[in-house]
C-alpha cells in the first residue's frame, strides 16, 4: 500500500507569556491509503496539535520546526503558501471537531451551510446544489433528510450536528479526513452510529482517515493502524489489534489498564 501522508520530525512549539512550550517533539510517521490510523494518548499528548498540524490549523503562537517535511500524495507541502493550503483544506483534507455547534454558523440553513463548501471547490446549479446537499445527509444517515434542508443547527441533536459536519467534510470527497475526538461529546448509542457511518466512508469512498480519541473502544471499531503518543512524543506505533492485545510499553499498557470494564 502506498502513503497518502508521510511526516518526518514534526515539531511544533508555542509561544506562551511563561516561554516556549514544546508540544511535539519530532515525530514521524505515515498514513497508508485507505487505511485509518488512530491517534491515542492521555489529553495534552500532542493528538489535536498533530492533526492540525497536517494541515497547518495552528492557533497564531504555534511555530512549526523548518526540519519538519509534510508529504502529501507524493508532494512536498512545506512551502504551500495560505493560499494554496486553502485549497488543499475542505478539498484534499478535512477535518472534523469534537464539538459540532462550535463549526456550524447558527444563522444558516443546514442546505446553505452544506452548499457552501460545495461551492467552493466546484460549479453547480441551484438544483444540482441541493440534490448533492440531500444525497450528503442520506450518506451521513440523518433521519427525515429531505426537512433537514431548511432547518438551523439549534433544531438539531448534538449526534445530528455531528452528522451534519461530517457531511460538511466529506462534501468535496477529500482524500483524507481527519477526526479529533468526533464522538467525545456523545452518547454510546450516538457514537457507534457516527463509527458506523465512518466504517461506511472506508467502505464506499475508500476515506483514508485519521482518528484522534481517547477511547480505545471507539479507536478498535475503525482502525487499522495506531500511534499511541505521550508528551508530544511516539511511544508505540502498529497494527492496532496487535497494539491493542499485546502493547509493549508501558504507556499503553497504561492507558489499556484506565478503560472501564464494560467497554472492552
Ligand atoms: P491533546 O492530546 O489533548 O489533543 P494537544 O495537542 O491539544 O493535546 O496539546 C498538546 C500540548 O500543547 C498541551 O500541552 C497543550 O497545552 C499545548 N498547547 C496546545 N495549543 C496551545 C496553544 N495555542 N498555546 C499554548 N500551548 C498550547
Ligand atoms: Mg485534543
Redo the contacts with the bound molecule.
Keep these: 500500500m502506498t502513503n497518502l501522508v508521510e511526516i518526518e520530525n514534526l515539531q511544533?512549539k508555542?509561544?506562551?507569556d511563561s516561554g516556549e512550550?514544546n508540544?511535539?517533539n519530532g515525530i514521524s510517521f505515515n498514513i497508508k491509503k485507505g487505511e485509518t490510523l488512530a491517534l491515542v494518548?492521555?489529553?495534552?499528548?500532542?493528538?489535536?496539535?498533530?492533526?492540525?498540524g497536517i494541515i497547518r490549523l495552528?492557533?497564531?503562537?504555534?511555530i512549526i520546526s523548518d526540519q519538519t517535511s509534510i508529504k502529501f500524495n507524493g508532494t512536498n507541502i512545506n512551502s504551500y503558501s495560505e493560499k494554496e493550503y486553502q485549497n488543499i483544506r475542505g478539498k484534499n483534507i478535512s477535518m472534523i471537531f469534537q464539538e459540532p455547534m462550535s463549526s456550524l454558523n447558527p444563522i444558516y440553513t443546514i442546505e446553505n451551510q452544506i452548499s457552501e463548501v460545495l461551492k467552493i471547490h466546484g460549479k453547480f446549479s441551484d438544483k444540482e446544489l441541493k440534490e448533492k446537499c440531500l444525497e450528503l445527509l442520506k450518506q451521513v444517515q440523518i433521519p427525515e433528510p429531505e426537512s433537514r434542508l431548511s432547518q438551523y443547527p439549534h433544531q438539531l441533536s448534538g449526534g445530528q450536528r455531528q452528522r451534519i459536519m461530517i457531511a460538511i467534510a466529506i462534501a468535496n470527497n477529500p482524500d483524507l479526513l481527519i477526526a479529533?475526538?468526533p464522538t467525545t461529546a456523545l452518547d454510546v448509542t450516538t457514537q457507534k452510529e457516527i463509527l458506523k457511518i465512518f466504517n461506511d466512508l472506508k467502505k464506499y469512498k475508500d476515506i483514508t482517515m485519521a482518528l484522534?480519541s481517547?477511547d480505545i473502544a471507539v479507536i478498535s471499531e475503525v482502525s487499522e493502524s495506531i500511534l499511541v503518543?505521550n508528551e508530544?512524543k511516539i511511544v508505540e506505533k502498529g497494527d492496532c489489534k496487535k497494539v491493542l492485545s499485546s502493547p509493549n510499553h508501558e504507556y499503553t499498557k497504561h492507558l489499556l489498564s484506565c478503560i472501564p470494564e464494560w467497554m472492552k
Aim: a negative charge.
Design positions: 511544533v508555542f509561544n506562551t512550550v508540544a511535539v494518548g492521555e489529553s495534552g499528548s500532542g493528538k489535536s496539535v498533530t492533526a492540525r495552528l492557533a497564531e503562537n504555534a479529533d475526538e484522534i481517547h503518543m508530544g
